[in-house]
DNA sequence: TTGAAAGCGCTAACAT
DNA sequence: ATGTTAGCGCTTTCAA
């Protein structure tokens, strides 16, 4: 007796196995206070029995709602794997359900995971980093509900959970220079990433406030690598005199950098300083242990999705929440090491 | 003059502006080939200018598929993003979709996802690394497609792609063993997970095979972190004598006891080897370089995509593919150091 | 070549 | 307290 049981139940199958009509299946699951006690329990066994589960995607199309929402990143690294636990724990919390994507730096494909959502896939996206808001933007009518994370969207004004990334990397500027440094490199992030461009403006602001030459060294502009970092840093050894200090606008290259430093048998954070961007978990790990910014990566992902929620019950627009950095000094910062006076800008040299 | 364009637009929308039937317009967008040329066209422009996007929830339930695939992990680490970056471009090779979930180690968050797949959000699950599959299995009827990665699921015969952890465990005592060791400890995975217990299994009856007592020292039992290894690490070598190889179970654990080493002023590779597994991005990262046993987990995520889709054509039951695995030899292990002369069983003491 | 109509599984008015 | 009915947006017979 092959008992065909290949189709997932239905409230259909329920209602008929019981002689009940399908909206009473329907509500002994959903709003089980509007029946008989005995009646839903009724249903409930039956439901039971039968491995009923229920059709999201009816449902969905009913409700024009899924309750899922999707977080996009650029790539799939461990920095943004930390603001994706922050989103779960708010949307746990709020019953809803979220999946991680990602666009492997192609602009375009941000686009697809916002029409996942104008084809009723998801309710919204957290983008964290975007890169084209224009190509966003256009052609998409009604834009479904978006929430940036990590850097605004330029140009498109929807809710923000970012931090100041022009002070953040105003603050590496100012911990360097406070250690005395006033050779000081740095290595940034993708010309093209506006995040990556604040950071290093703010870093640049800082030294000309502190009479430094911010273009001293070249500013070479990295893909957020550990290969670069290295690379980039045996450019600058290269140089006469070297830095003594150096800005990585985030870890992976920072630790590129200290991998240089010590194959050119320099102390790090006595001969040079290096201090990184994000705090990722490789910062303390790696030794000695990084000085670096400490991003908020997890808060950032929780009120991503606290935003989120706010915009699917029409109550937020536009709203930018800024959450702070700091620096946290580890080993590979140190006070700048004593050397043959270097003349400042208009000071004498001693006869 | 407002115009109110809240809402996606549908089919039905660009049929009435056209005065077409829903009929002409679906085909026009999935079956073009049946149409008037001029026709098509002008769907298409209409759909165009309209913002037009399908609602793959309504296509959905009408097709009965979703062309989506849930990838299910225990955790979001580094490893498991690998896995997913194979998975992915199988996925995108058939134009299939792939999202990723994870169960933070919450066995029954499992079955949510396979519930989800039950409610029609996406039509199979590949699940690296399962921990229950007697509850996985029971109150699911029909089972959800599913696909193992990296380990079988025990007492459910599904397809599954992985290596073989018992060889594995295997390998990595062999090559300590090579290298003249013979006081060699280990630090296993968690002992509920099999894939721990094989691996652990392998290395044990190679050391039993080469004479050695694999319980000389307490095997212990870990959560694959780093502080764990640390810890472990530290207990080992308070022991008398204490070994001179140590096999992690994962990279992460053998940081930790490369950590425990260093803090001990002992030198990596002279006087402790330590081998982890994996091959993570840390294994080559961290210095000194980790020996380690490498996984292919790009590729068991691509096989396991592509027993998915078989499995969703019907073609595939059961099977299962085993991948090769081989220890990546790196600064971490060397030759045992030459010590006082232990006696071998059996061997006398000279006069 | 196109249209009418049914139906995927569910929920919510609106009856009763 | 429960049933009837319509409809979410789409695809697909079946007819014309």
Known sequence: MAVKQARQATIKDIARELGLSVATVSRALSRPELLKPETRERVL??????????????????????????????????????VFRGVEVAAREFGY??????TEYIAEREGLFLDQVASGRADGVILVTSADAVALATRRRPMPPLVAALEAIDGLSVPTVCIDHTEAGAQAARHLIGLGHRRIAQIAGPGQMSMAKDRSE???????????DPSAYPVLSGDFSIDFGEAAMRTL?????????????????????????????????RDISVIGFNDQRIASLYEPQLTTVHVPTAELGYHSMRQMLRLLR???TGEVIVLPTAVVERQTTGPAPAERPVRARGEKAPV
């Open 202 to 212: 703010g870093f640049e602001r800082e030294m000309r406030r502190a009479g430094l």
């Open 97 to 102: 359900d979220v999946l991680m994507g990602h």
């Open 237 to 269: 050894l290269a140089a006469t005199p070297p830095p003594t200090a150096v800005f990585a606008a985030n870890d992976e290259m920072a630790v590129g950098v200290l991998q240089a430093v010590k194959q050119a048998r320099l102390e790090i954070g």
């Open 45 to 82: 066994a039956v439901a039971h029995r039968l491995g009923y589960q229920p059709n999201l995607i009816a449902r969905g199309l009913r409700m024009q709602e899924t309750r899922l929402i999707f977080v996009v990143t650029r790539s799939l690294s461990p920095f943004f794997l930390d």
């Open 314 to 316: 029409g109550e937020s």
